[in-house]
């Protein structure tokens, strides 16, 4: 079982849509990410939370909005999608962050987002 | 920069073969690390394996193993004995330490295991 949880695992929303998902994790890791990941592609860096604050942004559109509310949870705020933005979201988290962040990630299942 | 080869786009084979799944990898760093990540059907990404730089031992754990060689820059995944259940795609990784960007993928390796 994973120890990173992710929530909807699947999500289907309009363009005009307003909808969020949830990533949970308590292994006591101070870096969580997101990543993107299409079909038959590798997963995609796109935010990263050290220590619950914004570290990376990979020149992510504004209609994707981070947020970190503790430790322990991220968030994906997800507003005025496109059809190209339908994927699966991936959270992580690792041990550690900032300079002595180099341990494995670990990975949730996934929120499979379908954008119409 | 970083990168890493999966020349192996697709691999099949029948249950009960043994299989390797090959990863080549480029950094300018003398410091790095090496992983293996499974992601089956369900979408998660497991995590199987880490290897650092220094460390040229290679491992074995259940039915899999792995060798790692720097002189060619070499990170090999071998499956022995395969099963229905190890059908998936797989990632080799590298990372930079002390970098949350640098973790590179390779572009996975869609492994079928036929009954």
């Known amino acids: 079982d994973t120890e990173v949880t992710q929530t909807p695992k699947h999500l289907v929303m309009g363009m005009t849509n307003k909808k969020s998902l949830k990533c949970e994790q308590h292994?006591?890791?101070?870096?969580m990410y997101w990543y993107k990941q299409k079909a038959k592609k590798p997963p995609e860096l796109m935010f990263v939370?050290?220590?619950?604050?914004?570290?990376i942004n990979e020149s992510v559109p504004s209609r994707f909005s981070p947020e970190c509310p503790n430790s322990s949870l991220l968030n994906l705020h997800l507003h005025a999608l496109q059809p190209e933005d339908s994927a699966l979201y991936l959270c992580?988290?690792?041990?550690?962050?900032?300079?002595?962040?180099?341990?494995?990630?670990?990975f949730g299942e996934g929120s499979r987002l379908t954008v119409l | 920069a970083q990168k890493v080869t999966q020349a192996q786009t697709e691999i099949s084979v029948v249950e009960k073969e043994d299989v390797t799944l090959d990863c080549v990898y480029e950094?300018?760093?003398?410091?790095?690390?090496l992983f293996w990540y499974k992601q089956p059907p369900s979408g998660e990404l497991v995590f199987l394996i880490r290897?650092?730089?220094?460390?040229?031992q290679n491992e074995i754990s259940g039915r899999y193993s792995w060798n790692f060689q720097k002189s060619t820059s070499s990170f090999n995944f071998t499956i022995t004995a395969s099963q229905v259940v190890d059908s998936a795609v797989y990632f080799c990784?590298?990372?930079?330490?002390?970098?949350?960007?640098?973790?590179?993928f390779g572009s996975g390796t869609q492994l079928t295991v036929l009954p």
């Open positions: 950094t300018r760093d003398t410091t790095y690390y």
């Open positions: 939370y050290s220590y619950e604050k914004l570290s």
């Open positions: 992580a988290s690792s041990q550690g962050g900032g300079g002595s962040n180099t341990g494995e990630l670990f």
């Open positions: 292994m006591g890791h101070r870096a």
């Open positions: 990784a590298l990372r930079k330490p002390g970098s949350a960007r640098q973790l590179t």
């Open positions: 290897r650092n730089s220094f460390d040229e």
